[in-house]
């Protein structure tokens, strides 16, 4: 329905825990720049990321890719538009791809 940061990530990466700590901030910065934001979870077991997330106070959940993904470096953002189709990897994918999607059209 419009652009996408598609988000993947997981419980067992620092660096991913630390940004579903940002998520209200990601969410408002890509809201504001016209992007949808869809947090995928990589983890092989849903009921484990499930019950991370409970005893963490987190009132929301990630969606499920259905499958472990492996081999995947996490987070790693998609940044998706009708035009163009990007991938940001490592600590700051999110930051790095929030910033592009901020960008001015050219």
Avoid: M
């Amino acid at each position: 329905k419009g652009p996408v940061l598609a988000i993947l990530a997981s419980v067992d990466c620092r660096a991913c825990v630390e940004e579903f700590k940002r998520r209200d901030e990601i969410e408002r910065r890509a809201f504001e720049a016209g992007f949808l934001v869809a947090w995928v979870a990589t983890d092989a077991d849903p009921k484990g990321v499930e019950e991370r997330f409970r005893l963490n106070g987190v009132p929301w959940r990630p969606l499920h890719a259905g499958t472990e993904i492996k081999g995947q470096a996490t987070p790693t953002v998609y940044l998706v538009t009708p035009e163009r189709l990007e991938k940001f990897t490592g600590r700051f994918a999110v930051t790095a791809a929030l910033e592009e999607a901020e960008r001015p059209k050219r």
